[in-house]
């Protein structure tokens, strides 16, 4: 009789004939990061302009302006930060396996 795990599991560690060694690692996207950066950013521009008090000099809508560009540029290198972090952790994590090519029969697309 033949025993539930076969010679061809995934546990096995002998590399198949005509397999190759590849790296596993999952990387986040960078643009996501800075997006969020950003709106995070933009946000709290809006509440800094709203809880300020009115002055006679600048209306809201133009500190709310000038507050969203610094706020949204510093949020947005807060987001590159972050990514940085979270790449770096998840660099860590990679591992080696072993890849085998699939045969198709010949078939084209």
């Given at each position: 009789?033949?025993?539930?795990?076969s010679?061809?599991t995934p546990?096995?560690?002998?590399?198949?004939?005509g397999?190759?060694e590849?790296?596993v690692?999952?990387?986040p996207?960078?643009?996501?990061?800075a997006?969020?950066?950003?709106v995070?950013?933009?946000l709290?521009?809006?509440?800094?302009a709203?809880a300020?008090?009115?002055?006679?000099?600048f209306?809201?809508?133009s500190v709310?302006?000038?507050?969203?560009?610094?706020?949204?540029?510093?949020g947005?290198?807060?987001?590159?930060i972050v990514?940085l972090?979270?790449d770096a952790?998840?660099?860590?994590?990679t591992?080696?396996a072993?890849a085998v090519p699939?045969?198709?029969?010949?078939?084209?697309?």
């Amino acid at each position: 009789m033949e025993s539930p795990r076969s010679a061809a599991t995934p546990d096995d560690r002998s590399p198949a004939a005509g397999s190759v060694e590849v790296t596993v690692s999952s990387s986040p996207k960078f643009w996501p990061f800075a997006g969020a950066g950003a709106v995070v950013g933009v946000l709290a521009a809006m509440f800094t302009a709203l809880a300020g008090d009115p002055g006679g000099e600048f209306t809201q809508g133009s500190v709310f302006g000038f507050f969203a560009v610094v706020f949204g540029l510093a949020g947005a290198l807060l987001g590159c930060i972050v990514f940085l972090v979270v790449d770096a952790i998840l660099r860590r994590r990679t591992r080696r396996a072993h890849a085998v090519p699939l045969d198709d029969g010949g078939v084209t697309r």
